[in-house]
């Protein structure tokens, strides 16, 4: 397939807006992130942790949702990949998964709705964290 110059000149225009110091993840990875959040006239940083359970898309239009069960409810957020809502993203585990979308763990709690742990992951301290947009 033949790149057009409209095809170029689009994807010139996003390189700017990448991000490239983010960590690999995958569906099933628990992840920990601080969320910028405006509240009146300042911005604070809201901390969300929360497994992976589905990634869609590339490039700019890439996007991840994140579940975490906060007081005994179930808490769903979907973000861009390449947002700069969030100021910083690492991942805690890597969670062994063979499915592309978890969305079973909606209906599970408890021990059922956790996933097998990969073996031989590096510890959090080692893991990379995205630093702050400037």
Known sequence: MVATNAQKDIKHVEEKFLRKELPDFNV????K????VREADKVRLHPFEGTVIS???RGL?????????????GVER???LHSPVIESLHVV???VSQRSKLYYLRGRTGKSARLKKELGVETPAQTQTVPARV
């Open 78 to 80: 979907i973000f861009p």
């Open 28 to 31: 099933g990875d628990t992840i």
């Open 93 to 95: 585990s890597k969670g």
């Open 55 to 57: 990634k869609t898309g």
């Open 33 to 36: 992130m601080k969320v910028k």
């Open 61 to 73: 239009k890439g996007s991840f949702t994140v579940r975490k069960v906060s007081f005994g409810e």
